[in-house]
């Protein structure tokens, strides 16, 4: 008797010790890796150009002034939910613009994230520091970057034809999620610019085996479940497509704007608009450093 009221003992403690493993194990899995995009590059040996066309003829309220700091000529502007970055880059192997990559946010820190990459078995780059020399003569850490090597042919966006990388900023530099709640309510304000731009919806990745794409974007964004066939979408940041293509690169972006009727007006008078059809248009690829930009309507 006593010897069966023991193993019953033992058994329901190694059962709570199972149940417990496994729930701690489904909490662990659940954690996400990374937050959502906090911006998209765009590599260009002409940043003034497209700093100025986002930020003077669309109006769009600036995230941070173009400016060089380290060799590095970078200049961002906010599209509502996401800011859109010019950088220019010393030694850089092409001139022609590219929209070459983006940033997620931490999931909670960097550090946080490089161990959920460490569990899920994601390959990532040594943690790159951008150190600025303050005027005193003190050293400062701006913003740390990690590249996401299953995603990405390079770890540095200077040569790289896709870039996928998180980066988390210093506090003393800046707080994002108050900058975000200031840019929103800047361009809210401002009636979206010209274009009445309210978010970049979202964006559009190529890839030419997009089974095989799929995979590594999944584990990178679990929990987080993709909503139809390689297309993710991640808090209020903008949502990533994969599509079929000829060759692994980011393709494009989709931005909403308030009225594609009011958008065409104006991209017609600034000889901007691209195409025209039932519920789309597009810029000029040719007379914005051939990005490849698409306007739908928010409803």
């Known amino acids: 008797m006593a010897l069966d009221r023991a193993m019953t003992v033992a058994l329901a403690a190694i059962f709570a010790i199972l149940i417990c493993a496994d729930a701690s194990a489904q909490g662990t899995k659940a954690r996400p890796a990374v937050g959502q995009i906090d911006h998209i590059m765009i590599r260009t040996g002409r940043p003034e150009t497209l700093f100025m066309l986002f930020a003077e003829t669309f109006g769009l309220p600036v995230a941070w002034p173009l400016a060089t ?56 780059g040594e943690p790159r520091p951008f150190v600025v020399t303050k005027p005193d003569g ?38 994002v999620e108050q900058r975000r709640v ?11 610019g010209p274009l009445g731009v309210e978010r970049v919806v979202e964006v559009t990745i ?22 139809a066939e390689g297309y993710w979408e991640l808090g209020s940041g903008p949502a990533i497509r994969l599509v079929r293509a000829a ?26 608009l691209g ?8 810029l000029d ?11 739908v309507e928010e409803n």
């Open 275 to 282: 195409t025209v059809s039932n519920g789309l248009i597009t």
């Open 69 to 124: 700091r380290g060799g590095v000529t970078s200049g961002g502007v906010s599209f509502g939910n996401v800011n859109i970055e010019a950088i220019q880059f010393p030694r850089q192997i092409t001139d022609e613009p590219s929209l070459v990559g983006f940033a997620f946010d931490p999931s909670a820190s960097l550090s946080d994230s490089m161990a959920e990459f460490d569990r899920r078995g994601i390959a990532y």
């Open 138 to 175: 003190s050293r400062a850490t701006l913003w740390t970057n990690v590249t996401l090597a299953s995603l990405s042919d390079s770890d540095r966006p200077v040569d790289a034809k896709m870039h996928i990388f998180v980066s988390e900023y210093s506090p003393d530099y800046v707080d």
């Open 285 to 295: 690829a040719s007379k914005v450093e051939g990005m490849e930009i698409r306007l």
């Open 182 to 192: 200031r840019l929103r309510r800047v361009l809210s304000d401002g009636g979206g």
């Open 206 to 227: 190529g890839t030419t085996n997009l089974e095989v794409s799929e995979r590594p974007w999944a584990e990178l964004l679990a929990p987080q479940k993709a909503l």
């Open 247 to 272: 060759e692994n690169k980011l393709q494009g972006l989709v931005i909403g704007v308030r009225s594609l009727e009011r958008a065409e007006g104006f991209l017609r008078r600034k000889e901007l």
